[in-house]
């Protein structure tokens, strides 16, 4: 599994780390580590894994992946393969894979190998990639925007009844 230092030594030091209230994550150690790194912590509140949705998604998921080898003992082999395809896949909210948004491409996997030759300059490509990514990029947060709102409205749907049914029973 990969650890903090893998993580920052192939993406950099997050800006914003937003946590559960894990022993491990609020620990004087691992807050040091964030002062040292200039790492601005959300913590989530305790007990409220709704506050961490897509992250419970994520998580439901690779479960969900890992169920499939829980006869196999060997089943924590199988977590780097669960998270490339996680990765890989495309998630409902955006439009998007989650290597899409962090690559502004998508991920090649085995099953697509082709004999491509290249013939686009250093430049191009750079350019090729930057476009991209400000469009994926454009587009997902649009997505996430529309997905928060329409979440919002069917809270705000269930919130409403409740309130309503609360009004009843209060009256009589």
């Known amino acids: 599994m990969a650890s903090a230092k893998d ?4 993406f950099g030091c997050p800006e914003t780390l937003r946590t559960d209230m894990g022993q491990n994550l609020i620990s004087k150690v691992f ?28 998580h439901h998921s690779l479960i969900e992946y890992l169920k499939m ?4 003992r060997n089943w924590d082999t199988w977590i780097r393969y669960a998270i490339f395809s996680y990765n890989t ?13 962090v690559f502004a491409r998508k991920a090649r ?11 686009k300059t250093y430049n191009d490509i750079i350019d090729d990639i930057a476009r ?13 925007i529309e997905a928060k709102q329409k979440s919002k409205a069917y809270y705000d749907l269930k919130s ?5 049914v609360l009004a009843i029973t209060s009256t009589c």
């Open 7 to 10: 993580f920052i030594c192939r």
């Open 31 to 58: 807050s040091t580590l964030a002062k040292l790194f200039k790492i601005r912590q959300i913590h989530s509140t305790a007990y409220g894994p709704q506050t961490q949705g897509s992250l419970e998604r994520s």
């Open 69 to 72: 080898y829980i006869n196999d």
């Open 89 to 101: 896949s495309t998630h409902t909210a955006h439009g998007f894979t989650s290597h899409e948004l």
């Open 109 to 119: 996997v085995p099953s697509e190998f082709a004999n491509k030759t290249i013939s």
């Open 132 to 144: 991209k990514l400000n469009i994926t990029l454009k587009e997902a947060h649009d997505k996430i």
């Open 160 to 164: 409403n009844m409740r309130l309503s």
